[in-house]
């Protein structure tokens, strides 16, 4: 494309709230055939909310939400600013908690009240060799609600498992179909659980789910479909997705989301609407065809 072109395409997207970076992000974005998208923060709308609390072994309910929130005070995931709004909603005190230790992609562990206490996935439980018993399959019918569950679990045994919900954001179901018609092939990439990533996807029409991927696996994955020789756009919100945005042929973040995914990326969405993607290549399209 000519400098002019690229000026102007840059212009008119700043009007529309998609800031380009370069002009490489311009020329690529109408070749892309395959966008990778993030589901926490990107489809959904990344504030999740503390719905179901579910104890277990003698555990009571507040009990549970206060080992769980007191333990996500340290932890800077949107899963635990749900978990600790949701103690502040229902009452629940929190205690201090010493030894701290974040486990990224699986959870938090630290000490309260003397007792050893954890919370997260499945990866997490089954790295302490503790099995889930019975709140597996609760767990299960959770996630097929599209919630995210999270185990407790103190002194090695089951205390009971919270559930968050998040929703998905009102412009996401409208900018994948817009996706689609393009012919564009939509891939979702989290390290979110298998169940609750397909249950969201489901809703959503998504084609293809990479689930339970830890945050240095990300990069990877869209490595995976390059080599397949597709031509990769990237969209995420969070630090875990900065490095798969720089991998990608394009990096799309959301403007809602962290400054190192936009440091990332080729291409911001200021309001952290998909939508924009779609004018973005609109807008790729027009610069190129000023050169032929
Ligand atoms: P993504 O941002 O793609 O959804 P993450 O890699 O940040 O995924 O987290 C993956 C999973 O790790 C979460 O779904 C959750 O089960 C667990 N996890 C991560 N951080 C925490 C935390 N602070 N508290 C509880 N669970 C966590
Ligand atoms: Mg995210």
């Given at each position: 494309a000519t400098p002019m072109s690229i000026m102007v395409a840059t212009g008119k997207g700043a009007g529309m709230g998609v800031l380009f970076r370069n002009a490489e992000a311009i020329e690529t974005l109408r070749k892309v055939d395959t966008l990778v998208v993030d589901k926490?923060?990107?489809?959904?709308?990344?504030?999740p909310r503390l719905v179901d609390v579910v104890p277990a072994g003698g555990f009571e309910a507040a009990e549970v939400v206060g080992l769980a929130a007191s333990l996500e005070q340290g932890s800077e995931h949107p899963l635990a600013a749900a978990v600790v709004e949701g103690a502040k909603a229902r009452g629940v005190a929190l205690d201090p908690v010493s030894g701290f230790e974040s486990h990224t992609g699986k959870g938090v562990s630290g000490e309260v009240r003397g007792r050893k206490v954890l919370l997260g996935n499945a990866r997490l439980l089954e790295e302490a060799a503790i099995e889930p018993g019975p709140l597996g399959e609760k767990a299960g019918a959770m996630r097929r609600e599209a919630k995210t569950v999270m185990f407790l679990a103190v002194d090695g045994r089951m205390a009971g498992l919270v559930a968050v919900a998040d929703p998905i954001k009102e412009t996401t179901p409208g900018a994948i179909a817009a996706l689609h018609g393009e012919g564009l092939r939509v891939v979702m990439l989290t390290g979110d659980n298998r169940a609750t990533a397909e249950a969201v996807a489901a809703r959503l029409a998504i084609d293809e789910v990479v689930a339970e991927v830890l945050p240095e696996q990300k990069a990877e994955a869209v490595e995976r479909f390059q080599a397949q020789g597709r031509v990769v756009a990237m969209a995420g919100d969070g630090i875990n997705d900065a490095p798969a945005l720089a991998r990608a042929d394009v990096g799309i973040a959301m403007g809602t989301g962290t400054d190192v995914a936009m440091e990332s990326?080729?291409?911001?969405l200021v309001k952290g609407d998909l939508t924009g993607i779609v004018r973005a290549r609109k807008l790729s399209r027009a610069a190129m065809r000023n050169i032929k």
């Open positions: 926490t923060g990107t489809l959904t709308e990344g504030r990326a080729g291409v911001t």
